[in-house]
């Protein structure tokens, strides 16, 4: 029984947004997704840190998500900034339920308790310019509220791991709300997506101060799910 985690699948079997246009890497990536995943046994859990279905409605994602129920292993799923198709926790899983998913859970305010650590986490923000500072600072406070309350729903006992889809670290910016959040909880190790093909080259990986960073985007990871514990 182990713990996985990979992000940034994109599936588009119920939209017409193929990844494989863009080549590289992304060429036959449902075959890889399916390789990578084939390691993985029923008993085994996988994050799945963001932008996981084109779809912009929970209709146009529903084939995405029988393609990932039918994949070994139970997964969580955190928000990216492409999955459109999110709603309320209750009404995904009274979708999931209704439609027979039924080894995908919602992380959004809550933790999972797996063999003594605690999977938290939240979509994160990245101050990249896109939204004015004012924007910024509401979307980044929201973001370090959802986290904290995933935090504090864990046990006091365990070891807590964060998973994001937007990396805390990026370049020169420095998401020091959330890195403050981490610390306060003492996390020292976390997970993060949305970096893609050249972006790649600007992540922060390894231990900065005290908490390891590491970048587990789909095209990054050569589409297989990396071990955690
Ligand atoms: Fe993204
Ligand atoms: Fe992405």
């Keep these: 029984m182990s713990l996985y985690a990979i992000g940034d699948l994109h599936l588009s079997f119920g939209s017409d947004k193929p990844m494989d246009v863009f080549g590289g890497g992304w060429n036959n990536y449902i075959e890889k997704i399916k390789d990578g995943f084939s390691h993985l046994c029923a008993e085994d859990v996988c994050v799945l840190c963001g932008d996981t279905s084109w779809g912009i409605s929970l209709e146009e994602s529903l084939e995405d998500f029988k393609f990932l129920n039918q994949l070994p292993g139970r997964k969580i799923i955190l928000k990216g900034n492409h999955d459109y198709w999110w709603a309320t926790a209750a009404k995904l899983k009274a979708f999931f339920e209704g439609n027979g998913i039924d080894n995908i859970d919602i992380l959004h305010n809550n933790c999972f308790v797996y063999r003594g650590a605690a999977v938290c986490g939240t979509r994160g923000w990245l101050m990249d310019g896109e939204a004015d500072a004012e924007q910024n600072g509401k979307i980044m406070a929201r973001e370090v509220s959802r986290l904290r309350t995933s935090l504090e ?15 805390p670290r990026f370049k020169n910016m ?7 959040m981490m610390n306060e909880h003492r996390v020292k190790n ?40």
């Design 190 to 229: 976390c997970w993060y997506g949305h970096i893609h093909g050249y972006g790649h080259r600007f992540a922060v990986q390894g231990e900065v101060e005290g908490i390891f960073y590491k970048m587990i985007s789909a095209d990054f990871v050569n589409f297989i799910p990396q071990k955690i514990m």
């Design 174 to 180: 420095v998401c020091q709300d959330i890195i403050a």
């Design 153 to 167: 729903s864990a046990d006091d006992s365990l070891e807590k791991l964060c998973f994001f889809h937007y990396p």
